[in-house]
């Protein structure tokens, strides 16, 4: 049952937390204010907000590609940049593929930019393009591919360097629900085949109670974090689970909440 | 070409072919009819049938000219390819650089080239002078183009680029000349006409003082010496060379953008 403020996994470590981080752009606008962030090893937790309130800045900061203008991001174990880098995969709202290179070339990029050698880059990339069910579709080009397959390698790509933590920006916005659906139970899979984490943003109530084991309610910006609520229906999570009393009830609280999140400021 | 062209796209692609060469054939024949009717003398307006004839018999001639333009443009063309894909990419990896250079690029692109041409002619050999006037005209397009290109990436694959932690030389060379390449070719099909307009100002600045054998230079020798259907002839040539450089690009063009650009896609998706 979901019940506020309480972690989905108390026993499982710190990975990476957010400690009163403030964002403000240089055009005045303030993004995030006193953000309190932990993310836990293996869980899937999802930052709910109405659109505008930061959770992509937040994650931007999560994944080094922005820097908080106050308060620190503390991983587990110090690590410099560098190391931190074959740690993170992100996967961005659009599929963020290069058009000039072919499915293949596209998952390859990161494993080439690491300048990994060709043989064991290539067996790695066909595993990726395994994971999500592309390998027929290797030398096609991304417009040649719908969007839910061009998302498809888009995740294949973020996997292929085998992450400890999935940062996902909004990805399946864009996709109609069929596509949509069949995307969150593949990612669901993988996430659990890998054990690996995964911070996932989103402004849906009803894709956050779905995938998540953990819910972060964001307020509207300048953006922090007001309410957590555990999603502990037990995985695997499938077609019953999505028609469930239980889903339901879940999807109520978390609307709720985010309800009360944008009236209130979060107060 | 897909296979599945309807009779409708067939059609239209048959029309694109047919209606030019039924206007040329039509405008050839309404000159010919002209300067039969009116007894016009060759000296003033030759018609189709001489100027043709004049191309055949002073072929000798005229190759050897079109020869002479055709390397200065096509030898323009490379350079100012090279210099401005060059340039482009140093202003990109270099503010200072772009700030200290850009301007004196704007001034070579906006001062006429005709009017630097009699003061190259100055200091340079003739060849050196018409290869240098062909490059000025030609590299400005590429270079604008091109920094166009490589300032148009797409903001979250640098992101990613960045979250990956690659180099600038990596960036450059697997994002941002990839996202540059259709600019880039937009530039050069510009180019290869320019390059051409450039050697001909050169030629045709050099004049009768010139020792080089152009295509330009035979225009104006032909002029002193009344031959206007030679003065044709040659421009006819000039014309088809213009045509065969900028269909060749175009080809380029296709051949390097047809699986992935926008702009090189055909028919119904």
Known sequence: MLQSSAPASRSSAMLVALRGVAKTFPNGTQALAGLDFEVRQGEFVSLLGPSGCGKSTALRIVAGLSEPTAGAVEWVERTDKTERRSRIGFVFQEPTLM????????????????????????????????????????????????????????????????????????????????????????????????????????????????????????????????????????????????????????????????????????? | MSPAASPRERRDRVLRVVLPVVVLALGLAIWEAVVRAWHIPPYVLPDPVLVWRTLLADWSLLGQSLLVTLTTTVEGFLLAAAGGVGLAVLFNQSRLIEYSLYP????????????????????????????????????????????????????????????????????????????????????????????????????????????????????????????????FAALILLSVTGIVIFYALALVNYLALRRWHESALQGER
């Open chain 2, 104 to 231: 004196y690029a704007v001034i070579l692109q906006v001062t006429p080239v005709i009017a630097i041409a009699p003061l190259l002619l100055v200091y340079l050999q003739q060849p050196t002078a018409v290869l240098v006037c062909a490059w000025i005209v030609a590299f400005f397009p590429v270079l604008a183009n091109t920094t166009l290109g490589l300032n148009s990436v797409d903001r979250n694959l640098g992101d990613l680029f960045a979250l990956y932690g690659a180099s600038r030389l990596k960036v450059l060379w697997n994002l941002k000349l990839p996202s540059a390449l259709p600019y880039m070719l937009a530039g050069l099909r510009i180019a290869g006409g320019l390059s051409l307009v450039g050697a001909v100002a050169a030629e045709i600045a050099a004049g009768s003082a010139g020792a080089g054998s152009g295509l330009a230079f035979r225009i104006t020798e032909s002029g002193y010496r009344l031959n206007i259907p030679r003065m």
């Open chain 1, 99 to 267: 058009p000039w290179a072919n499915v293949r070339d596209n998952v390859r990029l990161p494993l080439k930019l690491a300048g990994a050698r060709g043989g064991e880059a290539a067996a790695r990339v066909e595993a990726a393009l395994e994971r999500v069910g592309l390998v027929a579709f290797a030398g096609a080009y991304p417009r040649e591919l719908s969007g839910g397959m061009r998302m498809r390698v888009s995740i294949a790509r973020a996997l292929v360097t085998e992450p400890e933590l999935l940062l996902m920006d909004e990805p399946f916005a864009a996709l109609d629900e069929i596509t949509r659906f069949a995307l969150n139970d593949d990612l669901l899979q993988m996430w659990q085949a890998l054990r690996m984490t995964i911070v996932f943003v989103t402004h849906s109530v009803f894709e956050s109670v779905y995938l998540s084991s953990r819910i972060a309610v964001m307020s509207p910006r300048p953006g922090r974090i007001v309410t957590e609520l555990a999603g502990d229906a037990p995985y695997p999570r499938g077609r019953e689970f999505r028609t469930s009393a239980e889903y339901a009830g879940q999807c109520r609280r978390a609307s709720d909440a985010l309800g009360r999140a944008v009236a209130g400021g979060g107060r």
